[in-house]
């Protein structure tokens, strides 16, 4: 049974980072694409970032346009671990964002919910002032 567990949210201001983990367990996923999403109350769960797994599609990074250039995703794979590191965080990035891992060992990577197997509980992501 694969588990994935996020940590790192919180309140931040404006301009600020966080660094969000993810860490897996029930099986190796080193080889798996994984993915951040997030979901504001009201509105549908939105695609953030996605990582390629360490063969396939070799640590390649898909992010959406609004975070290119702030958020960076990342991967230890001896920790079995995602991260999602947030920068220039604005009251917009405000979501529970979710940790989400495929099954499939694939070089594609996707940004639709419905490819992903895995899904963690979420963490809160804060951005006020």
């Known amino acids: 049974q694969v588990q994935l567990v996020e940590s790192g949210g919180g309140l931040v201001q404006p301009g600020g980072s966080l660094r969000l983990s993810c860490a897996a367990s029930?099986?190796?996923?080193?080889?798996?694409?994984m993915g951040w999403f997030r979901q504001a109350p009201g509105k549908e769960r939105e695609f953030v970032a996605a990582?390629?797994?360490?063969?396939?599609?070799?640590?390649?990074?898909y992010y959406v346009d609004s975070v290119k250039g702030r958020f960076t995703i990342s991967r230890d794979s001896a920790k079995n671990t995602v991260y999602l590191q947030m920068n220039s965080l604005k009251p917009e990035d405000t979501a529970v964002y979710y940790c989400a891992a495929e099954s499939a060992v694939r070089t594609l990577l996707s940004s639709r919910p419905s490819d992903y197997d895995y899904w963690g509980q979420g963490t809160q992501v804060t951005v006020s002032s």
């Open positions: 990582i390629g797994g360490w063969s396939g599609s070799g640590g390649r990074t």
């Open positions: 029930g099986r190796s996923l080193s080889r798996h694409p």
